[in-house]
């Protein structure tokens, strides 16, 4: 949409700071100016915007002149509950002179129009948004690039604010292909989407209600890319059909067939990394609201892919209700814990709790992450970072918002009285988080931790029993070892003999047990390291 307005001349005034002294900062400095205007939710008002950036490391004077940007954008409020804060999160257009959007890198992030100006006020910590968001980047996907900043406001210095990409298609964000208006048929018509769970539904709704609910509650969907305006009939149509069909293998008997069940529909391995972040977190907003999930073409793999995150400033401890302070417990037990609240979860993630090879996959995913970017190294150093970088600006920041040791919805008790006890905290509750985590992913699979208090090699178990037309046998070994299985019926008829090589951990051993008369079985085993055992097993 173009926008006439007469085009800034110069460099903008200084702004001078009322009630606080900003003289420099080591962050780069943001003033606004929106010339006698208010900033409201919507629509994004035209307002002058300059940025004083001299290179990292290098200090930022208010008397400097605006050389990293200096010129117009839109701005309005944006957030929900968040609103109710006196510090407001704003949302940003760069506009050139003529009122078009003008794709800009800013703070080497890549070139785009829409930025967000996010404002920590209840997350004393100045980082749980930050965290979250480098920790999903570090396990492979995009999520939005995050660099703090000082931020003035019609003369009034507002703190520290994070400037962050907001979620958009783009080659520089969400990498899903461009979709347009003629691309109704074929390839084309397949992706790419963007799409959220949230509170405000412009698409449709699940047909599958979210368990343990009590208030009649459903899922709701809502278009982001191609948004409500743009969208057109037959890509609404197939983007729904689509996610459908998900729900639907999901919710089936074969939901965990690897060519039938969900798997066809959806990217495993996203789902378990988006997982991993909402639980490190403890989000109480996690899979319930700014949910986002993206799907490109089926000539691009045209799978539904969990993310980007988005919205922690209620997590890692944040929230004093439905169990936000714990360290125990999953987040996408949510519903169990607050049956009550209408913003449920959907019931994809219960059923991935069944799912055993989803629980096996995220067992191994977990050993690998906790090996290097969710290491306890690798996240203490990040909290490190961030107080370093803000130790001179978050006093200023403070001062301008007194809430250290004050209650600020929904801060749970108790509260740290100082910023230092807010990064204490953080850090501790982090600890505690990650061990219980650690300690309660189902211990099965090729991940499979042999217990320390086990004196033998192995561990041998047989199911179903009855047997139906499959046998499974799981054994658990110590060491990569062989062992011989052999089964005969009450006659001493050998219906298996079989030497099997086992690796350390968890091994499944399918046998095809449909030919075999009914009647009493004896399954016997032994291990190259001596250990042997029988079971009686009885044919349906």
């Given at each position: ?17 009322s ?12 003033v ?8 409201v939710?919507?629509p ?10 001299n290179?990292?490391?290098v ?7 605006f050389?990293h ?14 609103q ?14 003529s ?30 948004n ?8 570090e ?23 994070v400037f ?46 979210p368990p ?28 729904k ?10 919710n089936?008997?074969?939901y965990?067939d ?18 991993i ?18 799907k ?35 987040a ?37 992450v ?34 250290l ?37 189902p211990n ?13 090699s ?51 051993i ?20 001596g250990?042997k ?8």
């Open positions: 949409m173009k926008r006439l307005f007469l085009p800034v001349i110069g460099c903008l005034l200084a702004a001078v700071v009630g606080q002294t900003l003289n420099s900062s080591n962050l780069p400095i943001i606004i100016n929106t010339n006698g205007q208010e900033i939710d919507d994004k008002i035209t307002a002058d915007m300059g940025i004083i950036y290179g990292e490391g200090r930022n004077a208010v008397t400097d002149p050389n940007y200096n010129g117009k954008i839109g701005i309005e409020i944006r957030g929900q509950s968040s109710m804060f006196p510090m407001k999160s704003y949302s940003l257009e760069l506009w050139d002179n009122g078009n959007s003008l794709d800009k890198s800013l703070f080497g992030l890549p070139k785009e129009s829409d930025w967000v100006l996010y404002a920590p006020y209840t997350d004393k910590t100045l980082m749980r930050f965290l979250a968001y480098t920790m999903s980047r396990l492979g996907h995009w999520a939005a690039n995050c660099r703090y900043v000082e931020v003035v406001v019609n003369g009034d210095y507002k703190g520290i604010y962050m990409e907001k979620i958009k298609r783009g080659s520089g964000r969400v990498p899903v292909s461009k979709i347009g208006a003629a691309d109704i048929s074929g390839d084309a018509v397949t992706g790419g989407y963007i799409f959220s769970i949230d509170k405000e539904a412009d698409a449709w709704y699940s047909f599958v209600y343990y609910g009590t208030n009649g509650q459903n899922i709701r969907f809502a278009y982001v890319y191609p948004k409500l305006s743009s969208i057109v009939a037959a890509q609404q149509n197939y983007l059909n689509y996610v459908d069909s998900f729900e639907t293998a999901l089936g008997d074969q965990q690897k060519q039938n069940g969900w798997r066809r529909f959806a990217d495993e391995a996203s789902f378990i990394d988006y997982l972040v909402n639980e490190v977190s403890r989000n109480v907003d996690s899979y319930r609201l700014s949910a986002y999930f993206n490109d073409r089926r000539s691009k793999g045209g799978k539904i892919f969990a993310g980007p995150v988005w919205d922690y400033d209620l997590a890692f401890r944040n929230a004093d209700y439905c169990k936000g302070p714990e360290t125990r417990g999953w996408y037990h949510f519903n169990k814990d607050c049956p009550q609240d209408y913003w449920q979860i959907p019931f994809w993630w219960y059923q991935f709790e069944k799912d055993s090879a989803f629980q096996s996959n995220l067992r191994c995913r977990w050993k690998q906790r090996q290097a970017s969710l290491s306890d190294g690798r996240i203490y150093n990040l909290i490190d970072s961030i107080v370093t970088l803000t130790a001179e600006a978050q006093q200023r920041h403070f001062q301008r918002w007194p809430v040791g004050q209650y600020i919805w929904p801060n749970p008790q108790p509260i740290p009285t100082s910023y230092a006890g807010e990064i204490v905290a953080l850090k501790e509750w982090i600890s505690a988080r990650i061990s219980w985590i650690s300690s309660n992913i099965a699979g090729p991940c499979y931790d042999y217990p320390a208090s086990e004196t033998v192995i561990l041998a178990a047989f199911y179903p029993n009855p047997v139906g037309d499959r046998l499974t046998l799981d054994i658990k070994s110590r060491l990569a070892q062989k062992v011989m299985v052999r089964i005969t019926d009450v006659m001493g008829r050998t219906v298996l003999n079989q030497a099997c090589n086992l690796h350390y951990g968890e091994n499944y399918p046998v095809a047990a449909g030919r075999w008369a009914p009647g009493v079985y004896i399954l016997s085993y032994q291990a190259d390291s250990e055992g029988t079971q009686k097993l009885l044919k349906q």
